[in-house]
């Protein structure tokens, strides 16, 4: 298995069970899948362009591949909204998901209501799509 196929295996999973986080009502869970979701989507875009380290920080990355023009024509609109996807559902997110609001007092369930859930999701829904555009543009 090529490793943009592992990634974009392991994306969907991570949508999933956001899908299935969303109608149970458990929006922290929602926004963990979701941008784990975005992260591997666009690790999977990345794949196609050359290896990648152990990174959360994809949207920085695939910036650089495009000022770089490391992407096709046809896929560079892709990449780059692929790009705000990951740095709106980076790794800041992951840590809120996971410990909350320290200095605020706040868990990781009081961070996050059903509008935050249903925008990552979509957001989610929408990377990839977007990943699996840019694998048939090759």
Not at 105 to 124: N, S, V, Y
């Amino acid at each position: 298995m090529t490793s943009y196929a592992y990634r974009l295996k392991l994306a969907r999973g991570f949508l999933e069970e956001a899908q299935q986080d969303i109608t149970l009502g458990r929006w922290r869970s929602v926004m963990d899948n979701a941008q784990l979701a975005v992260e591997n989507a666009a690790k999977g875009a990345l794949s196609l362009i050359g290896p990648i380290g152990r990174t959360h920080q994809t949207g920085p990355l695939l910036r650089e591949a495009l000022q770089h023009e490391r992407f096709s024509k046809t896929q560079r609109e892709k990449a780059a909204r692929l790009a705000e996807l990951a740095e709106s559902l980076g790794p800041d997110l992951h840590i809120q998901t996971d410990y909350g609001d320290e200095a605020g007092g706040l868990t990781p369930w009081e961070l996050f209501d059903e509008a935050d859930a249903r925008q990552a999701l979509a957001m989610a829904e929408e990377a990839l799509e977007l990943a699996e555009s840019i694998g048939q543009d090759r």
